[in-house]
Nanobody, 124 residues
Framework: QVQLVESGGGLVQAGGSLRLSCAASVRRFRNYGMGWFHQAPGKDREFVAAINWSDSSANYADSVKGRFTIPRDIAKNTMYLQMSSLKPEDTAVYYC?????????????????WGQGTQVTVSS
């Protein structure tokens, strides 16, 4: 069983930066894939970024390439979403997710474990 706890959301002006954290409560964190998704009101949950935990290979949505990165701290079992040059359209609830087989899938159904979500609001 994996529990994911997110933190770091908030209100930021357009052009600003924010860092989200996702701490995973699991002793051995190998062969896992982890990702970030967001969901705006009235819209489906959308892929943002994902990382293959074993080799740190990453995958990004086109809308965030060059603006977001997905670093990790292996010792802390923590994944981050470093967001910069934020835009009002980035406003959403952000969820972290994990699976038990690795990879950096863009598909929500490839992730069995989900955090509670954290709100990010970007004002214009």
């Amino acid at each position: 069983q994996v529990q994911l706890v997110e933190s770091g959301g908030g209100l930021v002006q357009a052009g600003g930066s924010l860092r989200l954290s996702c701490a995973a409560s699991v002793r051995r964190f190998r062969n896992y894939g982890m990702g970030w998704f967001h969901q705006a009101p009235g819209k489906d949950r959308e892929f943002v970024a994902a990382i293959n935990w074993s080799d740190s290979s990453a995958n990004y949505a086109d809308s965030v390439k060059g603006r977001f990165t997905i670093p990790r701290d292996i010792a802390k079992n923590t994944m981050y979403l470093q967001m910069s040059s934020l835009k009002p359209e980035d406003t959403a609830v952000y969820y972290c997710a994990a699976n038990g087989f690795g990879g950096s899938s863009r598909l929500p159904h490839d992730y069995a474990y989900w955090g509670q979500g954290t709100q990010v609001t970007v004002s214009s």
